[in-house]
């Protein structure tokens, strides 16, 4: 069972690294071939364990997905991004400009990807850059830090959404616990990391995005910078609100039968808190500024493209997860850990650093 897995996760590297191949097509082909190898029914094999688990993934995982998409188009198109970040740095001053940056990337990155959000933000990087005259790392990299920590450790991104359903934890227990774990991370990794490296590589402001050029879809009024804080806190208050009651409810200090209760929690349960966060933003961020019902509709069309390949693969994901537990490999990788005596998440970390040793000394 570990030398399948072993060969399963190596075929999963080379397919995607190696020969570039999709990781949807990926995930799907290992999946199938790891659950054949095993040994698992031939007759249970789509439907009950790859489809089964796909789709199992995907209903936790898509809707969240995609209303975090639609709110962070919303800013975006809003001009919310550039307001967020001018107001930033008046607050902190011109020497920390790339702290402002990486604050402002943190809290655009809560709802949108890390890609949508670095593609905003590199105009307005480059061009606070050369407006200081200074080498782009320590700006870039203190936003690109804060994008990338976003989407490893807080929801509503697909990671931790997906790794929250599969351990069963909860929503704003998560945003609590992850919160502190993710400025820390960013402030070593990708602020103080910066100004080190800036200081030893020059590297100059790219001339074709150091102006910030702007969308046909871009406002000539931006969003103010309180507008965007204010929505992008309207989902943290709702989820916040009903762990709060969870946790009353767990030192009995109140009721889960009262219907006020019920309603509280509704709200604050995650596809709900961000579906009100896309309705006010698109009345705050739209219809209040004059924009058009249609011009709204394409807006929020526009961001479910990107996404897709993302929610998809993550379903494929949690399909190869389905078949590692439905053969066993599952509760026999467990068991190796356990009897290593070491640390899962150190054990984790072992095996991903050999099979990249392994990866790089293939042809």
Same mark, same amino acid.
């Not at 200081?132 to 920590?149: D, N, R």
């Not at 910066?194 to 790219?206: A, Q």
């Given at each position: 069972m570990l030398g399948i897995a072993a060969a399963a996760i190596l075929l999963i590297l080379i397919l995607i690294v190696k020969l570039r191949v999709h990781a949807l097509l990926t995930l799907v082909l290992v999946?199938?071939?790891?659950?054949?190898?095993?040994?698992?029914? $031939? #007759?249970? /094999?789509?439907?009950?364990?790859?489809?089964?688990?796909? #789709?199992?993934?995907? #209903?936790s995982v898509a809707l969240l997905v995609g209303l975090g998409a639609m709110l962070g188009r919303l800013v975006e198109t809003s001009g919310g991004a550039q307001s967020l970040a001018d107001a930033l740095i008046r607050i902190f001053g011109e020497k920390r400009a790339p702290f402002a940056l990486g604050v402002a990337s943190l809290i655009f990155g809560f709802p949108i990807f890390f890609d949508a959000g670095l593609v905003v933000m590199l105009p307005i990087v480059f061009a606070t850059a050369r407006r200081m005259k200074q080498t782009v790392l320590p700006y870039a990299l203190a936003s690109i830090g804060a994008f990338s920590v976003m989407h490893v450790f807080l929801p509503p991104h697909p990671g931790p959404i997906a790794a929250s359903e599969f351990y069963g934890a909860n929503i704003g227990q998560l945003l609590i616990l992850g919160l502190p774990v993710t400025l820390i991370t960013w402030y070593f &990794? %990708?602020?103080?990391? #910066?100004?080190?490296?800036?200081?030893?590589?020059?590297?100059?402001v790219p001339d074709l995005l150091s102006g910030g050029t702007q969308d046909n879809d871009q406002p000539k009024a931006p969003a103010k910078a309180s507008t965007v804080i204010g929505i992008m806190l309207i989902p943290m208050l709702l989820i916040f609100l009903n762990t709060d009651l969870s946790t009353l409810i767990s030192e009995k200090m109140v009721s889960a039968d009262e219907g006020w209760v019920q309603f509280a929690r509704m709200l604050g349960s995650t596809p709900i808190a961000l579906l009100i966060s896309v309705l006010v933003a698109l009345y705050v961020l739209g219809s209040k500024r004059g924009?058009? +019902?249609?011009?709204?509709?394409?807006? /929020?069309?526009?961001?479910?493209?990107?996404?897709? &390949?993302?929610?998809?693969?993550?379903?494929?994901?949690? $399909?190869? %997860?389905?078949?590692?537990? +439905? &053969?066993? /490999?599952?509760?026999?990788?467990a068991d190796s850990m356990a009897d290593l005596g070491i640390p899962v998440l150190l054990g984790c970390f072992l095996v991903a650093l050999a099979l990249r040793k392994v990866l790089q000394l293939l042809p």
């Amino acid at each position: 069972m570990l030398g399948i897995a072993a060969a399963a996760i190596l075929l999963i590297l080379i397919l995607i690294v190696k020969l570039r191949v999709h990781a949807l097509l990926t995930l799907v082909l290992v999946s199938l071939l790891t659950a054949i190898v095993t040994g698992l029914p $031939m #007759g249970s /094999i789509v439907n009950d364990v790859l489809v089964k688990n796909f #789709g199992g993934t995907l #209903g936790s995982v898509a809707l969240l997905v995609g209303l975090g998409a639609m709110l962070g188009r919303l800013v975006e198109t809003s001009g919310g991004a550039q307001s967020l970040a001018d107001a930033l740095i008046r607050i902190f001053g011109e020497k920390r400009a790339p702290f402002a940056l990486g604050v402002a990337s943190l809290i655009f990155g809560f709802p949108i990807f890390f890609d949508a959000g670095l593609v905003v933000m590199l105009p307005i990087v480059f061009a606070t850059a050369r407006r200081m005259k200074q080498t782009v790392l320590p700006y870039a990299l203190a936003s690109i830090g804060a994008f990338s920590v976003m989407h490893v450790f807080l929801p509503p991104h697909p990671g931790p959404i997906a790794a929250s359903e599969f351990y069963g934890a909860n929503i704003g227990q998560l945003l609590i616990l992850g919160l502190p774990v993710t400025l820390i991370t960013w402030y070593f &990794s %990708g602020y103080l990391l #910066g100004k080190v490296l800036g200081r030893s590589i020059h590297v100059p402001v790219p001339d074709l995005l150091s102006g910030g050029t702007q969308d046909n879809d871009q406002p000539k009024a931006p969003a103010k910078a309180s507008t965007v804080i204010g929505i992008m806190l309207i989902p943290m208050l709702l989820i916040f609100l009903n762990t709060d009651l969870s946790t009353l409810i767990s030192e009995k200090m109140v009721s889960a039968d009262e219907g006020w209760v019920q309603f509280a929690r509704m709200l604050g349960s995650t596809p709900i808190a961000l579906l009100i966060s896309v309705l006010v933003a698109l009345y705050v961020l739209g219809s209040k500024r004059g924009e058009k +019902a249609s011009a709204l509709e394409k807006t /929020i069309d526009g961001a479910l493209g990107p996404v897709c &390949s993302v929610i998809l693969i993550t379903g494929a994901g949690g $399909m190869f %997860g389905g078949v590692l537990r +439905a &053969s066993g /490999i599952g509760k026999a990788l467990a068991d190796s850990m356990a009897d290593l005596g070491i640390p899962v998440l150190l054990g984790c970390f072992l095996v991903a650093l050999a099979l990249r040793k392994v990866l790089q000394l293939l042809p």
